[in-house]
Structure formats: C-alpha cells, structure tokens
C-alpha cells in the first residue's frame, strides 16, 4: 500500500481493442490505478521521438502517484524543459526537490510555480518552510534515538507496527514468487500481509527480533490487509480490502476501497472478520486507532465534507453502536493528507501529515485534546522525522519508546519499520568563543603504519549532521567545532574493515588543540587473515549465543555483506574438561555462531564452522593450572579466517563511503540506516 491512501482495483472490464498510442494505453492504465503497468510503457514510448514529450510529464506523475521521490524528481526535472510546461509541473518537481532534502533548489521552484499560479498559496507556505529548515530547525536537539531493524525489515514494503501478545504486528508486501494476478496494479508487488515478529530478548523492543512469521489465516485474506489495532489482545479493528460483487462501475471500472473490519478472538481463536457500519462503496475508511479507554475511533478516511485528500475523523462509541464520523477539522486536517492515527495511552494522538510544517514528505506528529479543542499539531522533528515519508507510529504501552514506519534512505527497501526511544532532555547549546580544535589518525592495523586517503565521517548527535574528512598523507584527520558536542567518528576505506569511536567534547577544549581518545585501525581484508570477533564470549560449558556477543556478530554480519569474502568460523573452548569433549563443545559453538550469520542474512555457503576446542589457548591456562573465571573465559572466543576475497571497487549504485567529497555535510538519514550502528 506504500503511504498513499489507495483504492484497491478489484477486476478491470474489458475496454475494446488495444490502442496503437502507447501514451494512450499508458493512460488507460493510469485511470485505472495500474501505475506500475502504465511505468512500464511509458518507459518504453519516452525513447522514441514521436511519444518522448508526451510520455514525460505522465511517467513523472506514475511516480509520483506511486510515492517515489527520485524518479518523480528526476522525470519532472525533465518535464519541466518541455516546451510549454504546465504550472503544475514546477509545483510537483518543487515537492520532490523538498521531498530529497534539497531545500534551496525547492524554493527556487516554488518560487517559479508562485509567478505561473499565484492563486496557490501552497507554494509561499512551503517556501517558508524550506527557509525554516535551512535555519531555525537546523540545530535543534535532538528528542530521539532511532535505529534500524534489519532482520524484521525487507526489499519490500514493511510498515504499520502494532503492538500484540509478546510481540507486534505489521503488513509487508514481500514474497518475488506470486502469480500476476496476485499482483497490486498501484506498486506492481504483492497486496498486504500481515506478519508477527517479537523481540530476541523478550521485551526488549530496542533490541534486535526474531525472523517474521505471517499471521493466521483470519487476518490475511486475499487482496490487502493491515494496518490493525488491537484491544487487549482479544478484539481487533482491521484494515482490508476485497473484491466486491457490489462494488459500482466507475468509468466501466469496479473498484474496491479499503474498509475497516472488526475481528474477536473467542476460545483462543479468531472469528470471521465483521465490516465495520462506516464503510463505503464510495470512499475509503482505514488505518484504525482506539483511544485508550475503548470509546473513541480515530480513522482515515477521504469521505466528502472533509479539509481536502485524506483526512482523519473519529466516531464515538453510543451504547452497543458508533455515532456519524465527525471531522477532527482545520487544527489537524489540511487540503493535503492525514492519515496513520495512533494513540498513546496518556491520550496523545500521533498521525502522519504531508500538509503541515514539516520536512518535506509525511511527517509524524502529535496533538492532545485541550478544553474539547485538539492542541496545535506538534512535529516530532528529526531524527524521527526526514525529508522522506514517516509515518505509522506505535508507541509501547506504558513506555517512551517504540516502533515506526519510514522511507528513508539507507533502509531495506522501500518503507521499513525503526524503534525509537525519547532521549532526557538535553541543555541547550553553548557555542564556544574560541573554535574547537581536534585532530586524530587513521593506522592500518597489521602494520601500525598511517592510512592516507582515509574516509572519515563524523556524526554531530546534536544535530545528526555528518561531516566528511579524508586523512592526509600523514594518515591524520582534522576538524574544527564551534560548540561542545558529543561525536562520533568512523573512518572506512575499499577493502579494510571500518572502525569507529564515540567522543563527548568538553567546553573546556575551547581554543585548543586535541586529540582523538584513541587512533581509528582499520584492519584490510586478505586470505588466510584471522580476525578475533571481541566480546563473542560463551557461558562455561555452553554454546548458545549471548545477548552482550549479538553485537559483534552482527557487525560481521555487516562486513561480509559489504565485502565478497567466505570465511570460517573457528570458536574456541577453556582446558577444563577433555580434548574430546572440548573439540565438540567448541565445534557446537562455531556452528551457533554461524547459524546467526545465516539467520541474518549471510548465505551458509560463504561458511565454514570449525572447532579448535583447547588447542590454541591464548594464555598460560592449560590443565592443572590454577586460573581466574576471567582467564579462562578469555579462551573461549570466536575468530573468522578469511578464505577467499576479490578484492574490487565498490558496485555502480551501491552504497560508496569513498564517493564524499572532503568538507562536506549531509544528514545522518542520507546514509544508510545502520551506519553508525556499531559505535557505541
């Protein structure tokens, strides 16, 4: 379903003979919602002279309509030298450029779409909103943490959490192997399932999950379902739709819009999905949220009688039945979308806005019920917030943290689920009257010589912008700050293993010069190399992974995706016990170790598992020798050997630290989403 708030085309009649005009079979496939088809010709008929005008402006709105920024930037860009190009294209490559964070381009487009159309007040609103980012929203503070959950995301859309029994729900669109007709005309992929995943460490929902299950058969149906709420893990109001024999001809086209169902789970089952009374043939009502005392419905919907696109309503609870929907008005609804309602238990209501102040696609925001009037909205800000969509936020009952949704670069794929959790307030900034003076160096591990050439990213935390360096022929790095700040700093380069540090820097270094808490070492890739995995540490007589050895695992996770290596993977036991037994122990090991791997993505034949059992103690602790728990525990590691590696330059497309330029600065959420995970 992506973000929009989409018609689901039930089955097309048949519309006569084929036309010979691409662009007027591309636009049949446009009226009827088929985007993803339309794109396909079109992207043919642009190459060729006689159709390249015409089949430009319509393959940039496919994308559009579709939610996908760069190619709506990069085919109204084109649409807009066009001979004779329509207001509405500046205005459209306008919202992209904001969309991408481009913000001094964007207002110049807006600017120009202002002068063609100056009847639209939309274009000085978001002029101004542009001038806010580049200024009074550039340093603010940061409220959040946000990190990514890559073994729950996919390729695919993954979005709308909700928390449930141990664990949460949330709809994806993944799966490559379905039929055509199992295919959503709008995106081209699969309608929505819903799947379950929870938590590794229960109860931890910032830590890492398990792999995703797809929900019983009563919550997935054939075309979409999701996103869901649920009351206290028994009832259920859930978004679907179906293919509908009642369903009214528009423009010889049956269509299906998106209603909400409600389901009850009755002697440990799940009963056939219920329509809900406020569903229509006429307009779509979804993406349901419950107050917390059960008595109030929050929902999206694009009924007549409301502010423009998607708006929310509520309905109340009377009796045994719900009231007419009412408006949440021109406080929360815009001539834009509203949509993805959520409710914290303290009453706050969160949803998702692309027509409120924001950064430039679907922001999240917040808002509470003051003298019977919603409160002005509230935009979460960034991190939780970007340029991109974000949206669908579930907040964990009781807590300050939870789950939302993002298109964001650096994810999975096209939406992908984040945790967050509130940071305590943090003291406003101090700039220094004398600049801030740091240096550090870059060393190759296995020869302790300096790196020149080194990429090194620096990561303000106040305010998530990242600063490029590259290291000198000295293998030394330098940066200059004009107020106290927490860091941190990661170098990488082709085909070394990156490293990183976190640094608080203190008032008092004003106006001197300081150097980094320790060099950065990056370790290069070679065959037959041994790395020790630090911190993979097991219980004494145990081989199940640890929660404090989960990090380090995943980091080779990390190296062995970015990098063409196979490995293997040797662990390692204490002397107490026999030779025998500790070659089997540290073999069992191993092969948990690389099951992690597997599970998290790693293809199991770019492994090998290997125990060494005591054969090659790092210590003086062999048998009959008195040791501490700690010296022994230092015995039972884990290593990886490099067995194979083509050493290469980065793929055209992929993710390249080396492609920055020195000096300068991009957001954190222009890099990918786990970058500086590693660093604390």
Known sequence: MKKSFLLSVAFILILGTCLAQPTKRAQKKMNLYNYSLAIKILEKA?????YHDAAIPMLAECYRMQRDVENTKKWYGEAITLPSPKPEFFYYYAKALFASSDYNKAMELFSRYEQLNPSDKRAKLNEEQCKTLLNDWKNRVPGYEVKAIPHVNSPESDFGPAFFGNGFTFSSDRGKD?????????????????????????????????????MSGRFNEVFHNGPVCFINDSFAFLTKSSRDKNAPKVQRVKTDYLKIYTMSKVLGDWEKAVPFPLNSYEYSVGHPALSPDGNTLYFASDMPGGQGGVDLWMCKREADAWSKPINLGPAINTVDNEMFPSVRMDNTLFFASDGLPGYGGLDIFSTRIVNNEFSTPRNLMSPINTSYDDFAIAWIPGTTYGLFSSDRPGGMGSDDLYAFRKLPEQPPLVECKKPINLSGLVIDKTSGKPLPGATVFVLNEINDSVIILKTDADGLYHLTLKTAVSIIVKASRTNFIPDCLAWTVENQLEGKDNKAPRDLVLSEL????????????????????????EPALDNLVHIMK????????GSHTDCRGSFEYNDKLSLRRAESATNYLVEHGIEA???????????QLVNHCSDGVACSPAEHQANRRTEFKIISYISQQPETGKFNPESFKTGSSVLRDTLPADFFMQCK
């Open 526 to 549: 070679e065959v037959n190399k041994t790395f020790k995995l630090e911190n993979i540490y097991y219980d004494f007589d145990k081989y199940d992974i640890r929660p404090d050895a």
């Open 562 to 569: 970015d990098n063409p290596i196979t490995i293997e993977l």
């Open 605 to 615: 034949a770019r492994i090998s598992s290997k125990g060494y059992g005591e054969h």
């Open 178 to 214: 379905y039929m055509e007709e199992e295919s959503y005309g709008w995106t081209g992929r699969r309608y929505l399932k819903l799947y379950f995943s929870k938590p590794l460490d229960p109860g931890n929902f910032f830590g890492d999950f398990r792999k995703p299950n797809l």
């Open 46 to 50: 642009v190459k060729k002279p006689k």
